[in-house]
């Protein structure tokens, strides 16, 4: 209860944003790749321009997400699966919370673990 009610006032109640990809860019956990020309690389990283304490409050329910929420944990298995980072693992767990909260806010509707977007192929 604690954590939503920090949620809803770190996001100003979801209001201010028109998508969920909006604020998760609010949030500064959108990528960033770092490329000049062909020759430089660098390690796509998240942009961390945006609101930290949110971002460090996601950071910490995103450990609690893998453990009890399936979306959450399926996505940071997935990732782990492929090689990456735990470190980003946790970090797309965070985004997938911020978009469930978004979606949660802006439809009414309460939370149904075993909903199936149709826009997800099966």
Do not use: H
Request: with cysteine; glycine share 6%; charged share 25%.
């Amino acid at each position: 209860p604690k954590t939503s009610i920090m949620l809803v006032v770190l996001t100003g109640g979801f209001d201010r944003f028109t998508s969920a990809a909006e604020l998760c860019s609010y949030a500064g956990l959108t990528p960033v790749i770092r490329q000049s020309g062909s020759s430089v690389k660098g390690r796509p990283r998240i942009s961390k321009i945006g609101n930290q304490k949110l971002r460090n409050l996601l950071f910490m329910c995103s450990f609690n997400a893998c453990k009890y929420n399936k979306a959450c944990r399926d996505l940071y298995e997935r990732i782990v699966a492929k090689g990456k980072s735990k470190k980003l693992a946790l970090i797309a767990v965070c985004n997938k919370l911020l978009k469930q909260a978004f979606a949660i806010a802006k439809s009414g509707l309460i939370y149904d673990k075993e909903y199936k977007s149709t826009l997800v192929r099966n």
